[in-house]
């Protein structure tokens, strides 16, 4: 892991529902721009809108942050969801599909997981949680 | 941002124009299950080839909407999901099951149409 560079960034506070709309129209064009296809940039677009809601559900408020990136030669997209809330109490079954806390289809953060080629979670009980999700462009 | 409602004879048809927020989805949900009872609608197209995400909420929100309006008689038909959309549904694992699907309005309505639904007394 050399030579990691943040190039270019958009960044969103979420307070609200209309914030992962904002969120992720945002990154969505930061991965237009940065040379992502439609196809991949909907699926960024996905991504962020699922994490966005995390935040928004368990920790509001908190920011997105999608950044554009170059590892080794090869570039990316990172998005960054993070958070000062109560932190996710235990990782693996938040990461089950179909667990959820509050009603819902349980299937965000393992779908953004499916969704992206890199993912982790840091979470301590009371001092938040950030996840980082990145996508590397096919060469 | 509300989502307009038509009525075209027996069906209801609902056009999303722009990207919705969550909020905007659950109002969707309301008044398409209050105008079934109020149109006496058999049946209900559901046009999302404008909305930039289908995700697990839009996707969970629909399908309740198809759910509820079975419920009070009536059948939803789900069109315009695009090739992007369901690229990211299909790796994500957001299904529509049980709930028809078609490419756009008009075989929407040819769908609705072939189920034969009568129209329903005053």
Known sequence: ?139 | MQVPILKQGPYLIATIQSALTDADLEQLRDSIVERVGRHRARGVIIDVTALDVMDSFATGTLADIAHMTRLRGAKTVIVGIQPDVAYTMAHMGLTLEGISAALDLEEGLSQLEAEGLPERGP
């Open chain 1, 1 to 139: 892991m050399t030579d990691v560079a943040a190039e270019e960034e958009a960044r969103v506070r979420i307070r609200c529902d209309a914030d992962i709309v904002q969120a992720r129209q945002r990154g969505r064009a930061l991965a237009l721009r940065v040379g992502f296809g439609p196809t991949v940039s909907t699926l960024v677009a996905t991504a962020i809108s699922e994490l966005a809601r995390n935040i928004l559900l368990y920790a509001s408020p908190g920011e997105i942050v999608v950044q554009s990136l170059e590892r080794n030669g090869h570039s990316g997209l990172s998005i960054l969801a993070r958070d000062q809330g109560p932190g996710i109490p235990d990782i693996r079954q938040a990461m089950q599909d179909g667990y959820s806390t509050s009603r819902r289809l349980g299937l965000g953060l393992p779908g953004v997981q499916r969704l992206m080629d890199e993912f982790e979670v840091d979470s301590k009980p009371g001092a938040g949680t950030t996840i980082r999700a990145t996508i590397w462009k096919q060469s």
